[in-house]
């Protein structure tokens, strides 16, 4: 099983003193019946039978501490193992690459971390009980044979017979669940696209309802799906029950006469029945959470493998890893292309073959219409994305797998998506004057301050936030400072300043600017103006 594979190959812990305990408790629950059912047959109303009734409390006790101790036991193991993974997944993405993460999607890997790891731990009070209603089960046949071979036989007959019904539907419901997980998925998407365009939807009616629709749709399939697994673990469930009451009658009205006994041998039988109703029907009732959990670790295990198979490619192996690049005099794409293309592997979109030589200390413009592949052409100049054709070259180093991440630690990048942290993360250094004068410098000294790394607000409007990138970015100092229509959501007095005196002040810093933009008004403060169309570099007849 999924689940008890996981626990053995994640557990960094023994795991041996909590199945002792549950063993224990289990056992100590099994005597309970033999204890109860021999004190009831010498129950008398004129004295206390000591004996048994020590033995009770002693087994009692055993039962509580022991179930304690391992249900705690257990839980602190199986949140110490999602931790783990979560923590390795975590580290495996922010290690993967972008083409992978936007192909997988924000709300795939949200609910395979949440969602499934949240059923895994819960599983842990699950295999607990399960074990010891095991232990309980195993005691109380084992009562049973003592007591009546045949009575032994039929219960076994019958707990085969249940077992084998489950083993038939349970391949229909790994199905059902792995289908509903699919849509689940699907559905965190569409909840993710209401947040993320809201301010969309509440513009336009029509568009809310058009999308509220389709979720609703997503919902419903779920629904039907959940509710389709549903009556099949009921069926499970009503099935034991239907099992439990058949096998009292066949030890009460049956077995007497198959095989002649004293009413006290069917009373006990009885009783033995009725003690392992309760540890069958947890074990029946377990069986949802066991197999949502069964395929939580599938299905998380199936995400870690998609990450490995996607860096695969990108690995550095034995060679050497250079972990630092000073500096550069030249960069240059020599035929440099990329293609996005479909899930059967088509070409949608080709950007190249690119051929570009920037200096350092040059200010380049990069101009072009929506979708002319400007933001791709930065990503693959910037290392984001691997070409799948053309070589990179700074100086005579030429660019490849034991040198990318060294490459791309030459860029500050300000994309059009742009994300601000809340903290000052990676800044070994932190000159806070130097922070003050900045966030003073972009006017955002009644907004926003610095406190221990960390930014007091960054719920700012898209121009106040890209002017809190671009104070990041300059923290960072480095060498090359990509800017990708920085300049487009500021108002202006902020784009002059930006064109006219700041892309200048990083000249005389020695810095590389490479920036999109569409403000034809200063196209003239760029040493050059490059001009995409169609993934292509064409000549800009406008150039000053």
């Given at each position: 099983m999924n689940l008890l594979k996981l626990y053995k190959k994640e557990s960094t812990v023994s795991g041996n003193s909590v199945m002792f305990m549950a063993i224990a408790s289990g056992i100590a629950q099994g005597l309970l019946l033999g204890i109860i059912t021999t004190a009831a047959a010498t129950a008398s109303y004129d004295s206390?039978?000591?004996?048994?009734?020590?033995?009770?409390?002693?087994?009692?006790?055993?039962?509580?501490?022991g179930k304690r101790f391992a249900l705690k036991r257990a839980t602190a193991i199986a949140e110490g193992i999602i931790k783990r993974i979560r923590i390795r997944i975590s580290d495996k993405i922010r290690n993967s690459e972008l083409l992978f993460l936007e192909h997988t999607g924000k709300a795939e890997i949200y609910t395979r971390i949440t969602y499934n790891t949240n059923l895994i731990s819960e599983s842990a009070v699950l295999i607990i009980n399960a074990a010891q209603s095991g232990i309980v089960l195993f005691f109380c046949l084992f009562y049973i044979a003592v007591l009546s071979n045949l009575a032994f036989f039929i219960t076994v007959i019958a707990i085969g017979a249940a077992t084998a019904n489950y083993m038939l539907q349970q391949d229909k419901i790994d199905i059902e669940i792995r289908e509903t997980a699919g849509k689940e998925s699907t559905f965190f998407e569409m909840l993710n696209q209401t947040l993320d365009g809201f301010k969309e939807l509440k513009m336009n009616r029509k568009k809310s309802d058009d999308l509220f629709g389709y979720l609703t749709k997503i919902a419903d399939e779920t629904e039907e799906l959940k509710v389709k697994t549903g009556f099949r673990f009921v069926t499970e469930l009503m099935f034991s029950q239907v099992f439990f009451y058949t096998l009292l009658a066949v030890i009460v009205f049956v077995l007497p006469r198959?095989?002649?006994?004293?009413?006290?041998l069917v009373i006990r039988l009885t009783a033995a029945i009725l003690?392992?109703?309760?540890?069958?029907?947890l074990m029946v009732g377990a069986i949802p959470l066991f197999s949502r959990a069964?395929?939580?670790?599938?299905?998380?295990?199936?995400?870690?493998?998609?990450?490995?198979?996607?860096?695969?490619?990108?690995?550095?192996?034995d060679k050497p890893y250079i972990r630092k690049i000073e500096s550069f005099n030249e960069l240059r794409l020599d035929n440099l292309s990329f293609s996005y293309a479909d899930p059967y592997g088509t070409p949608l979109f080709t950007v190249g073959p690119v051929n570009m030589t920037i200096r350092k200390g040059e200010i380049v413009f990069i101009v072009g219409?929506?979708?002319?592949?400007?933001?791709?052409?930065?990503?693959?100049?910037?290392?984001?994305?691997?070409?799948?054709?053309?070589?990179?070259?700074?100086?005579?180093?030429?660019?490849?797998?034991?040198?990318?991440?060294?490459?791309?630690?030459?860029?500050?990048i300000i994309f059009s998506d742009f994300h601000v942290f809340d903290r000052l993360y990676g800044l070994d250094e932190t000159d806070f004057d130097k922070i003050r004068n900045l966030i003073k410098l972009m006017e955002l000294e009644k907004k926003t301050e610095v406190i221990d790394g960390e930014f007091t607000n960054i719920k700012l409007s898209t121009g106040q936030r890209k002017r809190l990138a671009m104070i990041c970015a300059l923290l960072e100092n480095r060498p090359i400072c990509v800017f990708d229509e920085w300049a487009a959501d500021q108002d202006p007095i902020f784009r002059k300043y930006f064109y006219e005196t700041l892309l200048?002040?990083?000249?005389?810093q020695g810095k590389t600017i490479i920036a999109v933009s569409h403000d034809d008004r200063y196209f003239g403060f760029a040493d050059r103006v490059l001009k995409m169309e169609y993934g292509?570099?064409?000549e800009y007849s406008s150039q000053i």
């Open positions: 206390l039978n000591f004996r048994f009734f020590l033995l009770f409390v002693i087994a009692f006790a055993i039962v509580i501490i198959l095989d002649p006994a004293n009413p006290s003690f392992i109703i309760g540890p069958v029907n069964n395929m939580a670790v599938e299905i998380l295990y199936e995400l870690e493998k998609r990450l490995d198979d996607a860096a695969a490619p990108f690995k550095v192996g219409g929506n979708g002319s592949g400007k933001s791709t052409l930065l990503k693959l100049l910037t290392g984001l994305y691997y070409p799948d054709a053309g070589t990179i070259r700074l100086d005579d180093l030429t660019i490849d797998k034991t040198s990318y991440q060294a490459y791309r630690e030459m860029f500050s200048n002040d990083l000249r005389a292509k570099f064409v």
